[in-house]
T-cell receptor
């Protein structure tokens, strides 16, 4: 069985500061990992994905994440927060050959001017 | 290219009424997923289809819930009879076999009074 834990349901950052969202997963087989963003009253949009190629993955809007097998982590970072980054972020895991995504509980990001 | 289309975007109904949610996946995608999002339980996978065939419906909460996919371009999720605890945002997502990321629709916000 797979599971995802996102540490911190709410994160507050100042505009221009580093954004760091933590994600730890458990999977009995090599995983595929995803980060999605959800803006208010919208569906989920893919930010980036890890599918067993490079461990440092770059996504849209300046976000990136690093897969660390030894730590079973896939933390999301952005060097400089922008007001438009205010949203909820979800980490998700699937088995490499599987169909189902298991989502974490989400982290809501607030960006302060 | 149009994304995943869901209708209606909002639905308000009374307890006991039948509710039908609709989804049109992205053309060429052969897997379709129905999710439910609530504050208490987060994002839950209800059911998914591959090539129009239901593969895993273990997330469907009760017999009151049913889903169909009569063809590659249309799916429905039906709740009969509806209850207040069914109030949630229901998302439809679709994807190809490769790459494996799921594309989400804008969701249907269901309120059962």
């Amino acid at each position: 069985a797979q599971s995802v834990t996102q540490l911190g349901s709410h994160v507050s950052v100042s505009e221009g500061a580093l954004v760091l969202l933590r994600c730890n997963y458990s999977s009995s087989v090599p995983p595929y990992l995803f980060w999605y963003v959800q803006y208010p009253n919208q569906g989920l949009q893919l930010l980036l994905k890890y599918t067993s190629a490079a461990t440092l993955v770059k996504g849209i809007n300046g976000f990136e994440a690093e897969f660390k097998k030894s730590e079973t982590s896939f933390h999301l970072t952005k060097p400089s927060a922008h007001m438009s980054d205010a949203a909820e972020y979800f980490c998700a895991v699937s088995e490499a050959a599987g169909n189902k995504l298991t989502f974490g509980g989400g982290t809501r990001v607030l960006v302060k001017p | 290219d149009a994304g995943v289309i869901q209708s209606p975007r909002h639905e308000v109904t009374e307890m006991g009424q039948e509710v039908t949610l609709r989804c049109k996946p992205i053309s060429g995608h052969n897997s379709l997923f129905w999710y439910r999002q609530t504050m208490m339980r987060g994002l839950e996978l209800l059911i998914y289809f591959n090539n129009n065939v239901p593969i895993d419906d273990s997330g469907m909460p009760e017999d009151r819930f049913s889903a169909k996919m009569p063809n590659a371009s249309f799916s429905t999720l039906k709740i009969q009879p509806s209850e207040p605890r069914d109030s949630a945002v229901y998302f439809c997502a679709s994807r190809r076999d490769w790459p494996r990321e799921q594309f989400f629709g804008p969701g249907t916000r269901l309120t059962v009074l």
